[in-house]
Every structure is written in C-alpha cells, then in structure tokens.
C-alpha cells in the first residue's frame, strides 16, 4: 500500500492483510498478527474487534475497542466465548517497525522489494541462451510472481533441494512445473545472482 492506491478507493468494500512484513518474524509458526478494513455500510456485521477513535470530555482524540461482547475481555477461565490468540505481541512489533521506518523508509521498502523481484524474473527469464523459464501471469505484479520450468529434464522440488544446500529458501512448488518465487527488501543483487547461478545449472 506504500507504492499502490487505497482498496477502498477502488471500490473494495472488505480488505485484509497479515503483519509479518511489518516486522514480525515467522515466531516458529505463531503467534501472528493480521488486520481487516470494511467499508462502514459493513461495520456491524463482522465479528471481532473493531477500533473506533472518539473525543473524550477535555477534546483529547482518542482509540477504544467497539461493537463487541464485554465478555471478550472477562478473566480468561469466566469467559464464555472464543478465547483468540493475543495478538498484542504482533500489533506492538509492527507498530515500533513502522515507527522507526516513517512513511518514506515504507515507501523505500516497498519499492526495493518489488525492483528485487522485477530483477530475479528478468535474471531467470533471459539469462544464458536457451530459455528456462516462462512468466506464467502476464499482468502486473508486486514481490512475488510464478514461472514456469520448460525445456528441462529436473523438476521444481529437485531445484529446491540444491537452493536448500546452498543456504536459500526456494520458491513454493505449485505442481505442474510452476514456481511461485518471492523477493523483499532484504534481496541483495548479490543473492539475486548467486540464486540464478545455482538455478540455471540445475537446470542446463
């Protein structure tokens, strides 16, 4: 959202997104940490807790949780409903990331991520005569983008275990000799090159 326009400014009346990219890391697989927006019209009939800013007696803006049960917030062993993952671990560690970044260090994140990504399918596309693979979706992407393996006698899970070896996480095999490949801002040109290089002779 840094680099692209606003759902709801484009018509979307419900969207949601996950924190992991707002300096949450994989927490050996929880907990985690996700947001939701609706358009007001849609305001009552969600579950969960919604944010509402309000003034208080002096005409200090403030933040409180609204349009819920009071019993989300009883001791946990004289509640009656669900009992959720607190997600505060999360919302602090993204909140502190955003802090230190400002608007323009997430705008600088989210353009070196989708350049990183621009220059590993420009890499894997065209590099070294005969080509490997082929972009599978043609429209417009951000990070992260499929290809597919052709011409080739190794497989996508046989690519990823030589990755593996040499220290990279390789890209999700969807089946079908198709790659969903991912970059971030973390992505040097660096590993970009060594990746390729590793790539491309298990693939030759």
């Known amino acids: 959202m840094a680099l692209l326009e606003a759902p709801g400014v484009l018509g979307a009346d419900i969207v949601v997104g996950e924190l992991q990219s707002f300096g949450n890391g ?8 996700a947001f939701m927006a609706i358009s ?23 933040f409180i949780l609204t349009l819920q049960a009071r019993e989300q917030h009883i001791r946990r062993e004289k ?5 959720c993952t ?6 602090l560690a993204a909140s502190i990331y955003l802090s230190l ?7 600088n994140v989210a353009k070196l991520s989708y350049q990183r990504a621009h220059q590993l399918l420009e890499a894997l596309v065209n590099r070294s005569g005969v080509q490997r693979f082929e972009l599978v979706n ?18 996508i899970e046989k690519i990823n275990k030589k990755l593996e070896e040499n220290g990279f996480l390789g890209g999700l095999d969807l089946g079908n000799n198709e790659w969903l490949l991912a970059c971030t801002e973390q992505t ?6 060594k990746f390729c290089s590793i790539v491309m002779k298990e693939v030759a």
């Not at 994989?26 to 940490?33: A, E, S």
């Not at 509640?79 to 009992?83: D, L």
């Not at 043609?138 to 497989?155: A, D, H, I, M, R």
């Open 101 to 107: 970044l400002g608007r323009e260090g997430l705008r």
């Open 26 to 33: 994989m927490f050996y697989g929880g907990p985690w940490g």
């Open 138 to 155: 043609k429209k417009p992407f951000y990070n992260e983008f499929t290809v597919k393996l052709q011409n080739s006698n190794t497989t």
């Open 188 to 193: 040097s040109e660096e590993d970009i090159n």
């Open 86 to 91: 607190n997600q505060a671990l999360n919302a």
């Open 40 to 62: 007001k019209k849609y305001m009552k009939k969600i579950p969960g807790r919604l944010c509402g800013r309000t003034v208080d007696n002096r005409g200090n803006e403030g």
């Open 79 to 83: 509640a009656t409903s669900n009992i």
